[in-house]
């Protein structure tokens, strides 16, 4: 399929692609593939004020009729699946099979999120007074912002938008300025929603196009009482303290640098698969990518010479095409810090296997054979997170020294280890273990279901996202204690009698 007619499948027209100023170019091979508007700051208070109505209505739909909207939302996605996995191939670079995976997760977040909206449970509580009932309650909580990342262009999106939703706030999405196209496409299926569905307010979701600046307005507006940032901790840095310093409340999910312990138990031929997907599925693009594998000293050298000879074997190239399974890094600038990271953890000791640029019978975009670095310890360069597929390798002697090495990381998104033995197992898990918000058994850190709530520690900013209670974060929660006796009696026994 061409260009375009990925494009017009998705359901672009030539009014969504041409007449800005936001070019959008395809990793895949530079193509230019749209000018996009972009939206006027000057327009943000008035899509906010706009959000703010739409709340006044959807707060008082009763929430399983709102979880109807996200019914009808996954029956959309379901439709389109196949044409919006194409275009997150086209605007993203992901391999076919990953773009129409991203789909799928939005599929089965808006099925969790239906649920949801029959459960959004309270609690009663044990009042200490005589003829007095206390419940927790949850209520919606306004207008929801979500900054998304390029990597996960619309799932990310779907992970906030589902269950702020059900929870009946309004969501108002700035994509990232690399991903506007699927952004667009997602709007076009969400709409297709909300004419079903007939009776939602205007301004119930809303989509606003652009950078930092855009993102901004969001950022500072009290009348986002909610912000969903996910990208850099750069970003979460800079973001997250001006949401708090206006008493709004962020869910930050920022940068990773994930890790494998292998432990000598280890079933090394499963440790080798989790090792290559986790390292080099979606070029090393994910937040969850592995990105260090420390190894025991006595598998160590079979560890790398098995990854080794498997990386050789890595089809490199076009997205799209059957086969493949590394597309291309998003911009010829992440290939350039790659490359640069690479320098530097070779001038730190490092003994670099592949990550170079591929140009050979791969169109024009940003090729490279994923990196295997050998370390002698985890330098500075190593605790760093680098978006693109560079996997350094350290050894360890003691599962102490190696969940140590795993923990001494600004970081804190995703974990896992490789054992047979149960007390190295539960020891990773444990109060000692690993100090992530993602922490695996015999699997890898990337690929997390949306059953679970996702999300890190640290500098990868403590929000959750997704499954598990995660909805919280999108309700206000009210404690009210009703007093149905005759009597005016005070917590604690205290006495004030006038
Ligand atoms: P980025 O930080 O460059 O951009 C992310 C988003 O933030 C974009 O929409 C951008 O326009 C916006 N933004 C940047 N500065 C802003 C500001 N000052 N105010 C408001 N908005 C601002 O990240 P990226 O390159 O798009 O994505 C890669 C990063 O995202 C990696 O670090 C990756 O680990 C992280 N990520 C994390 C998760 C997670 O769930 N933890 C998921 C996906 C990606």
Known sequence: MTHSAILAAAGLTPADLSGGTLAVRSPIDGAELALVRETDPAAMPAIIARAQTAFHAWREVPAPRRGELVRLLGEELRAAKTELGALVTLEVGKITSEGLGEVQEMIDICDFAVGLSRQLYGLTIASERPGHRMAETWLPMGPVGVISAFNFPVAVWSWNAALALVCGDPVIWKPSEKTPLTAIATMKIMDRALARFGDAPDGLCQLVIGGPEIGAALVASKAVPILSATGSTRMGGVVGPQVMARWGRPILELGGNNAMIVAPSADLDMAVRAIVFGAVGTAGQRCTSLRRLIAHHSIRADLVARLVKAYASLPVGDPRKAGTLIGPLVDTAARDRMLAQIAKAKAEGGIVHGGT?????????????????????QTETVREETFAPILYV??????????????DVPQGLSSCIFTLNLREAETFLSAAGSDCGIANVNIGPSGAEIGGAFGGEKETGGGRESGSDAWKAYMRRQTSTVNYSAKLPLAQGVRFDV
Not at 366 to 371: E, L
Not at 394 to 407: K, R, T, W
């Open 357 to 377: 640029p591929v140009t050979a019978d791969v169109p024009q975009g940003a090729y490279v054979t994923p990196a295997l670095v050998e370390m002698p310890v």
């Open 394 to 407: 350290m050894g360890y002697d003691s599962l102490n020294e190696a969940i140590a090495i795993q923990n």
